[in-house]
Nanobody, 120 residues
Framework: QVQLVESGGDLVQPGGSLRLSCAASGSAVGYSAVAWHRQAPGKARQLVASMTSGGATGYADSVEGRFTISRDNAKNMIYLQMNSLNSEDTAVYYC??????????????WGQGTQVTVSS
């Protein structure tokens, strides 16, 4: 029922910027906790940015000050603005949405991911 589709991944030079988008269907992002994660080859998946249903945000130390998570409730979209990119940011980026469930913990849904490559 819930589907997430990421877009915007690309090849970008060090120091460049990129904005990732995540289109959600089946659940309203305005009532959900949303997040962006990334996974580099040979490494564990890492939470990089999150936003609660109330709008509070959190960031991994490695991206704080460079990345910004946001959402557009009317369009049911989740965004990740990435600035000052470096080679350590190269990874597949995934968005997630936690759908509320009556009487139990929320169910987390994942997109398929979009590749971000930072290289000169």
């Amino acid at each position: 029922q819930v589907q997430l589709v990421e877009s915007g991944g690309d090849l970008v030079q060090p120091g460049g910027s990129l904005r990732l988008s995540c289109a959600a269907s089946g659940s309203a992002v305005g009532y959900s906790a949303v997040a962006w994660h990334r996974q580099a080859p040979g490494k564990a998946r890492q939470l990089v940015a999150s936003m609660t249903s109330g709008g509070a945000t959190g960031y991994a130390d490695s991206v704080e000050g460079r990345f910004t998570i946001s959402r557009d409730n009317a369009k049911n979209m989740i965004y990740l603005q990435m600035n000052s990119l470096n080679s350590e940011d190269t990874a597949v980026y995934y968005c997630s949405l936690d759908r509320p469930r009556l009487g139990r913990n929320p169910q987390r849904y994942w997109g398929q991911g979009t590749q971000v490559t930072v290289s000169s």
